[in-house]
T-cell receptor, first 114, second 111 residues
Framework: EPEVTQTPSHQVTQMGQEVILRCVPI?????FYWYRQILGQKVEFLVS????????KSEIFDDQFSVERPDGSNFTLKIRSTKLEDSAMYFC????????????FGPGTRLTVT | DAKTTQPPSMDCAEGRAANLPCNHS???????VYWYRQIHSQGPQYIIH???NNETNEMASLIITEDRKSSTLILPHATLRDTAVYYC????????????FGSGTQLTVLP
């Protein structure tokens, strides 16, 4: 069964550094998402992406964040100048046709900012 | 998106049906009810969704009241692997829609 994959599974970085989290969505999917979950808290939406453009973004997704689909398979989240409060699990998700209501989530990348 | 209310935790005996309730009294006519679950900090997993009618798939059944102000997710024969946090989410349909997760219900299936 096709699945969303994410790399790395765990990323440790120092405050102020830039990180790139990578995702490979399901191959025929057209819509891509990033969510995050701070330890012990709710899953929060960050951004959705379709046709090489951001469709929706939350208040969390400020200028520190950017997303890109650099090729036909990868979808990346870049966090510039990381802060301690960026420590969280970051989940990538994808969904298919316009009528698809199901978002398929990856296993997540645990980001630790020290 | 309409707000949902779920009990924080529930237990269920293995092999029995698990019935998870959700209140969404402010749901609007074009909003769907979605259920996802999250097993121990893994990525959330889609379970089922519905608009007005009851729905069933290989994982679960979804019962939506006639006034659409509440719904129940039914896992017909719960197993230990169904222990997870279950989220009831109300959202407009279609792709590229953000999902707004609440606190969910921690379901513990007991042996």
């Amino acid at each position: 069964e096709p699945e969303v994959t994410q790399t790395p599974s765990h990323q440790v970085t120092q405050m102020g550094q830039e990180v790139i989290l990578r995702c490979v969505p399901i191959s025929n999917h057209l819509y891509f998402y990033w969510y995050r979950q701070i330890l012990g808290q709710k899953v929060e939406f960050l951004v959705s992406f379709y046709n090489n453009e951001i469709s929706e973004k939350s208040e969390i997704f400020d200028d520190q964040f950017s997303v890109e689909r650099p090729d036909g398979s990868n979808f990346t989240l870049k966090i510039r100048s990381t802060k301690l409060e960026d420590s969280a699990m970051y989940f990538c998700a994808s969904s298919g046709r316009r009528s698809s209501y199901e978002q398929y989530f990856g296993p997540g990348t645990r980001l630790t900012v020290t | 998106d309409a707000k949902t209310t779920q009990p924080p935790s529930m237990d269920c005996a293995e092999g029995r049906a698990a019935n998870l309730p959700c209140n969404h009294s402010t749901i609007s006519g074009n909003e769907y009810v979605y259920w996802y679950r999250q097993i121990h900090s893994q990525g959330p997993q889609y379970i089922i969704h519905g608009l007005k009618n009851n729905e069933t798939n290989e994982m679960a059944s979804l019962i939506i009241t006639e006034d659409r102000k509440s719904s129940t997710l039914i896992l017909p024969h719960a197993t230990l692997r169904d222990t997870a946090v279950y989220y009831c989410i109300v959202s407009l349909g279609g792709s590229a829609r953000q999902l707004t997760f609440g606190s969910g219900t921690q379901l513990t299936v007991l042996p």
